[in-house]
């Protein structure tokens, strides 16, 4: 079935360091790919999306390019902040499915030290 | 502003007290979901609801039930919940049911079952 593995964290940087956190899915034909962030004490906000191979998904400064050849949607950004401390989820969704189902990563949690 | 409400945030209970968890969104959306946050195990999909009176299971259905009376309301009910239903919960909707659409998520629902 479909699954969705990214890296296991924590990760931890210093502010203004590079970020990567690592996604790669499995799934039949042609899914939409989600970056999802989860602050403390909330729930999940979408934070990009990419719906087709090549696509390139970007937000607040995160992006993530949606590669087929290497079933991989990894999260990066430039220069982290420390209001970036979070916890990232990477998710897919089949095209037309009817069930509305996110797969889900186990998530990565992102500390950003001062 | 748009959004979905969940009640109660927190709630700790005994074994076999009956109890529901609410959820509202204001988005007109037709597509309602809940999903259960356990760590390292990410977010699973319990129920989903494409419209008024139409639901089906999920990936975890088990020991929970679902109804959708209204196209706003889609509550959880656990009719004799155990302390493996301990868990984080969401609740989630999206207008359409697969493809790129985003699903909004509630702020979640922290279960304790003692």
């Known amino acids: 079935g479909d699954s969705v593995t990214q890296m296991e964290g924590p990760v931890t940087l210093s502010e203004e360091a590079f970020l990567t956190i690592n996604c790669t899915y499995t799934?039949?034909?042609?899914?939409?790919l989600f970056w999802y962030v989860q602050y403390p004490g909330e729930g999940l906000q979408l934070l990009l999306k990419?719906?087709?191979?090549?696509d390139k998904g970007s937000n607040k400064g995160f992006e993530a390019t949606y590669r087929k050849e290497t079933t991989s949607f990894h999260l990066e950004k430039g220069s982290v902040q420390v209001s970036d401390s979070a916890v990232y989820f990477c998710?897919?969704?089949?095209?037309?499915?009817?069930?509305?189902?996110?797969?889900f990563g186990t998530g990565t949690l992102l500390a950003v030290q001062p | 502003e748009a959004q979905v409400t969940q009640n109660p945030r927190y709630l700790i209970t005994v074994t076999g007290k009956k109890l529901t968890v609410t959820c509202s969104q204001n988005?007109?959306?037709?597509?309602m979901s809940w999903y259960r946050q356990d760590p390292g195990l990410g977010l699973r999909q319990i129920y989903y609801?494409?419209?008024?009176?139409?639901?089906d299971k999920g990936d975890v259905p088990e020991g929970y039930k679902v109804s959708r009376k209204e196209k706003r309301n889609f509550p959880l009910i656990l009719e004799s919940p155990s302390p493996n239903q301990t868990s984080l919960y969401f609740c989630?909707?999206?207008?359409?049911?697969?493809?790129?659409?985003?699903?909004?998520f509630g702020d979640g629902t922290r279960l304790s079952i003692l």
């Open positions: 990419a719906t087709k191979a090549d």
């Open positions: 989630a909707s999206s207008s359409q049911g697969g493809g790129g659409q985003p699903q909004h």
């Open positions: 799934a039949t034909g042609y899914p939409s």
């Open positions: 609801s494409m419209n008024v009176e139409v639901t």
């Open positions: 998710a897919l969704n089949r095209y037309g499915g009817a069930t509305n189902k996110l797969i």
């Open positions: 988005m007109n959306h037709e597509y």
